[in-house]
């Protein structure tokens, strides 16, 4: 696979729009080690975040406070945004109707409607955009998407996430109106790896949450989600953000035939059989070329470089990305659902969220 540019030979620019800690570590430092790629610009409101971008990326790199001015560098050809997410429909928006491609960091925006727009302006420009879900490349979570549709566990009927955890940084994720809120900033991943595995549409979420214990923030520390999809399957998160640092993440689904139980950070995968007495225990290892980076809970957060290796797939080749705006949609729609279900302390249809 070649990233570089069909009609010239040469490689693709990329502007990272958003060259702060998670900008720097998850995207930048994974760019830098990428052929056929070059990073042409970055932007930061901090010159601490510049300065910091430079050093990795050389003296060379051209360094802006305002992400619109990164964007006007003509030579860029696509942009990963890694802003808040209150900013991510403005410059996904900008980007596309500069020209640009894109990938933009979760979710794609803070109401449907933001998505809605955005999908269109994609839609009309031709342009690739895709969306930084990137448990979908992880090594593990493809094997189980792999191993469901060989039929492994059967008809698969109920999957779940237990993530108890130490919080998250403080900062912009402790506000309300810069995440959107804990569900959307931080159970998106589980919830779009739910859509993409149950393969139905969502139709009702019933949720419980509460800040409980980190009260100096304004966000949900705790939540209970459960998602009802046609036909009668069910997935169910438990989030804890107050729990001791180090906790795995663990994912699993059972079905008629089997269930499979993995564990994120061991990226452990346990399957077991109904029918058989077999119980069969993987180790799914990651890439060596990847550049995982460690999350402010010291858990490793891994899929970032596959993701951006498909990103740049899609643009040379011309064909959609896995995690593209309709998934992230209905995503951001399921987490709206939760929060909303929260705050009136009752169920709510997935219609009523998507209008």
């Given amino acids: 696979m070649s990233l570089e540019n069909e009609e010239n030979s040469s490689p693709i620019k990329v502007a990272l729009l958003g060259a702060g800690w998670f900008g720097r570590e998850a995207h930048l430092r994974n760019l830098l080690s990428m052929e056929g790629v070059e990073v042409a610009a970055v932007s930061s409101r901090s010159d601490a975040s510049l300065d910091a971008a430079r050093e990795m990326a050389g003296s060379h790199l051209r360094v802006f406070n305002d992400w619109r001015e990164a964007l006007s560098v003509e030579t860029v050809q696509a942009v990963i945004i890694a802003l808040t997410n209150d900013q991510h429909h403005e410059a996904a928006l900008a980007a596309l109707e500069a020209g640009k491609h894109v990938l933009c960091e979760k979710p794609l925006g803070l109401t449907v409607k933001q998505c809605d727009e955005v999908i269109a302006v994609q839609e009309a420009s ?22 469901i549709e060989r039929g492994a566990i059967g008809d698969p009927q109920l999957m779940w996430c237990r993530e108890f955890r130490g919080p998250m940084r403080m900062g912009w994720r402790s506000s309300e109106a810069l995440t959107g809120g804990t569900i959307l900033e931080k159970n998106i991943h589980h919830i779009d790896l739910f859509n993409w595995m149950m393969e139905t549409p969502p139709v009702r979420v019933s949720a ?22 046609e036909g009668g399957r069910r997935a169910s998160l438990e989030l804890c953000l107050f729990a001791p640092y180090g906790g795995d993440c663990e994912i699993g689904v059972a079905g008629d035939l089997g269930r499979i139980d993995t564990k994120n950070q061991a990226l ?88």
């Avoid at 070329?289 to 470089?305: K, L, T, W, Y």
């Fill in 208 to 229: 419980h949450g509460g800040t409980n214990v980190l009260t100096d923030r304004e966000v949900l520390d705790n939540a209970q989600v459960l998602v009802e999809y």
């Fill in 126 to 147: 031709g342009k690739v955009l895709q969306i930084g879900h990137e448990m979908r490349f992880q090594r593990l979570y493809q094997e189980v998407k792999s191993m």
């Fill in 268 to 355: 452990s995968l346990v399957h077991h059989r109904f029918d058989l007495p077999d119980r069969t225990e993987m180790q799914i290892a990651d890439s060596k070329e990847d550049a995982n980076f460690v999350d402010s809970s010291g858990r490793i957060d891994r899929g970032i470089r596959p993701e951006l290796v498909h990103f740049f797939d899609c643009i040379c080749e011309g064909k959609p990305p896995l995690n593209d705006g309709a998934a992230s949609r209905m995503a951001v729609a399921v987490c709206l659902a939760a929060q909303e279900s929260i705050k009136r302390k009752e169920s709510v249809w997935i219609e009523e969220i998507l209008g």
